[in-house]
């Protein structure tokens, strides 16, 4: 642990980042995967520029504010979401197209039919497939009218994609990835038999299924919890507490038999809490305790027997979702070796829309 860093603050221990990168790049790369990891986690020009020094062939956004964010380190770039763009995003897509190459997901003949009448023929098209997750995505077999339409108007549809968000549930990874393989394997054979185009680009991918991709449907990957890890991914079984390079300090202010204080809370710990959990977060030092409650500048710990934290104590504490965590925070401070590095900020901060 880096001494002398304030509290409450997300830290990020750099050589464990770079090992989840090297490790999850080199697995896909044997596979025969190309990696366009999710930037949405992190929200950092730094860790970007690290993930396209790996080997990254692109970049992931979730909107296009992120997307103008991440178009000074990356000339390709995804929005991978339905976009019902407004005036001023269609104008950001066009100076998008200007710089370098720009898709955005799609699911509708309704969208497409929205998009034919505004959005710039440079950018072009991804259509989303339910793939078991119940959010947005159409049918697979739907694709191939989808793509039918667009290419009609004159739209580039470079191929499909989906998340398989439903691996966030205990054992949930490997049916997930099945699940996610049948349905872009129907959508990709949907889209070729409606418009005759080779080429089509399958891409799929969550850090929980990611390991059980199935290499000969999904040619692209978008994990973006991966870098850092959470107590999400830790209590799941995706990962093994080495592997989690993000942590909130956290200092102990307050004590009573069996429980511990800090002094982060909601605001920067976030507050996720998904079925599974077995707390708000967990301290990566000491195992067996959890995060039992939550206010906005407080987090009440509950230790095991036997345990003790001391006042003034700094403890490392590892948020449920990350991705919510980095977005509360202006900067996240980088150590190595035991020393604190100048900050990095997050630069997509806030970038909502």
């Known amino acids: 642990m880096a001494p002398d860093v304030p ?10 980042l770079r090992r989840n990168i090297a490790s999850l790049h080199r697995r896909l790369s044997e596979l025969g995967i190309r990696v366009r990891p999710h930037v949405k986690t992190h929200k950092s020009l730094q860790v970007g ?11 992931t956004v ?3 504010g992120e997307a103008e964010v991440f178009a000074t380190v990356c000339d390709d770039l995804f929005v991978a979401y339905p976009l ?46 339910d793939s078991g997750h119940h959010r947005s995505g159409s049918r697979p077999d739907d694709v191939g009218r989808i793509a039918e339409l667009a290419v009609r108007h004159g739209l580039t549809v470079r191929g499909v994609f989906t998340f398989p968000g439903h691996s966030y549930a205990p054992g949930g990874g490997q049916v997930a990835a099945q699940d ?3 349905a872009l394997r129907a959508a ?13 680009e399958v891409s799929g991918g969550s850090t929980p299924s990611v390991g059980s991709t199935h290499s000969s449907v999904v040619t692209e990957a978008r994990p973006g919890v991966y870098v850092f890890n959470d107590a999400q991914q830790w209590e799941l079984g995706t990962v093994d507490p080495s592997e989690v390079a993000l942590t909130a300090y956290a200092r102990v202010v307050s004590r009573r038999a069996g429980y511990a204080v800090l002094d982060a809370g909601s605001k920067v710990l976030g507050s996720d809490r998904a079925p599974y959990a077995t707390g708000f977060g967990r301290l990566l030092d000491h195992a067996a305790a959890r995060v039992v409650q939550l206010s906005e500048h407080h987090a009440v710990i509950a230790l095991p027997d036997g345990a003790d934290l001391s006042h003034g104590e700094v403890v490392r504490v590892v948020p449920n979702h990350v991705c919510t965590a980095v977005n509360l925070v202006d900067q996240l401070l980088p150590v190595t070796d035991g020393r604190q590095l100048s900050p990095w900020p997050v630069d997509a901060r806030g970038r909502n829309r």
């Not at 509290?7 to 464990?16: E, F, G, K, Q, Y």
């Not at 699911?107 to 009448?117: G, P, R, T």
């Open 84 to 129: 019902w763009p407004d005036a001023a995003q269609l104008a950001s897509l066009s100076r998008l197209s200007d710089a370098g190459r720009i898709a955005i997901g799609t699911d509708s003949v309704e969208a497409v039919q929205h998009l034919a009448a505004t959005l710039d023929r440079r950018v072009e098209l991804m259509i989303e497939v």
């Open 180 to 182: 996610e393989a049948d």
């Open 62 to 64: 979730a909107t296009v």
């Open 188 to 200: 990709a054979t949907s889209l070729r038999a409606a418009t005759g185009q080779d080429g089509v």
């Open 49 to 59: 520029r690290e993930q396209l020094a790996a080997g990254a062939s692109g970049l």
């Open 7 to 16: 509290t409450p603050s997300l830290v990020v221990d750099v050589d464990v």
